[in-house]
Every structure is written in structure tokens, then in C-alpha cells.
């Protein structure tokens, strides 16, 4: 309990001193301030959720979402920017290969990587059982054609877990930007303007074995089963209000 007090307590002095002074400008600029994210890095929030065998803070949940809760009320955006970055890393460490692990948590940890979700599409909405972005076999390797909608933060991304069809199945892959997504045009929103919402294309992007991560459960609904999301989503609000 004295940890998430202190967590909490960091969280907030951050929040005060960091983003709220900046929230009108950036929504104006629809961009946040370019030492932001470095700062949000040094303080290890993109990491709260990362084992400390992998460089993160290695926290437990109500750690987690307490911490998250602050940062909304300072500024939402930047809050769902942590968040993404947790629920990437903790789906490449539940269902990444060793190796995987190894390549990217580390950098998610410390912030010198920003990753992107990409899920849901135009046509299916949030419907992830009825996606069309497929993957298919290459050799040894997957190729990867399609289009995602909605995409938090792609602009800025470093990676994207790509949700896509294949032969076996709904499965998730880690694209470092050099494998070739294009972001589109980001979407006119009403708020989170800092955060920026783009649909991504994938024409011909080609994947690694390693790049593929073990099948992620997908409920009845067609959303991807877990509390993080959930719980964060209720964190993030709770901040706003």
C-alpha cells in the first residue's frame, strides 16, 4: 500500500507540473510537447506493468491503474499513450517467444520504442472476428495486406501489433516501422487531438517467424479477452472526471 501511495504521489506531482500547464497548447498544436514522452520515459511509466527480469517497474494492477488515473487528470492522451505501451508489452510478454521478449520489452520499458495497437477496421469496427487483414505464408516468412482504422498514436509509433487473419486463425504480429506500414491521414476528433487517431495500410509487409506472436484469445463479443484494457479504459476515465 505505501508503494502505490508513492506511485500515486508521482503520478500526480507529474501530472501538475508537466502536463496540465501544456493541455491547451497542445490540443491547440495537436501534439504534445517534444521532451513529453522523455520525461514520461525517465519516470518509467511506460514500463509499470513490464517484469523487472525485462527492464520495467514489474507493478501490480491497482499500482498500475492508481498511477494511470493521474496522469489522465493531467492530460488524457499522453495517459493512453502509457497505456497502449503496457497492454503491448504485456501481450508480446504473455504471448511472445523468448526471443521476442528479449528484442522488445526492454525498449517498450524505457521508452525508446512507442508501440501502436492496430485492431479494429473500418468495415468490422471493433468486430475483431470479422477482420480482413490477412497474413499469408512466404517461405519462411508471412506477407501481411490490409487495412486498420483508429490507430492511436500511429504517427509516432516505433512498432505496431497487428491483428490479421491467417490460415490458422486470428494472430497478432510485432512490426517495427522498417517492415513498411504506412500511416494515413490522421482522423479530425473532437479531443485527444495530441494523441492523433490514422488508419494504417499494410501493402505486401513481410514478417518474420519471431515476428508472430502465440494466438490471442478472442471473446464472444470479438474484442480481445483481459482486464487490462477494461481496467484501464475505466482508470483513464475516472482521471477525467
Partial sequence: MQELQEIRT???EFAQSELRPHVEA??????FGEQ???HVAELGFFGMLVPDAHGGMGFDLPTYVVALEQLAWGEPGIALVVAHANFAAQLIEQLGSDETKR???EQIARGSVIPAIALAEADSGADLANICTRAERAGADWVLNGAKAWVSNAERAD???VLAATADGKR????PRAAGWKTGARAQTLGLRPLGLSDVELANVRATQDQLLAAPSIAETGSLTGALGSLSIAAISLGIA
Avoid: I, M, N
Fill in 103 to 105: 528484442t522488445w520489452l
Fill in 172 to 175: 497478432l504480429f510485432v512490426l
Fill in 159 to 161: 512498432l505496431l501489433l
Fill in 26 to 31: 497542445w490540443d491547440r498544436d495537436a501534439s
Fill in 36 to 38: 513529453t514522452l522523455g
Fill in 10 to 12: 508521482l503520478a500526480r
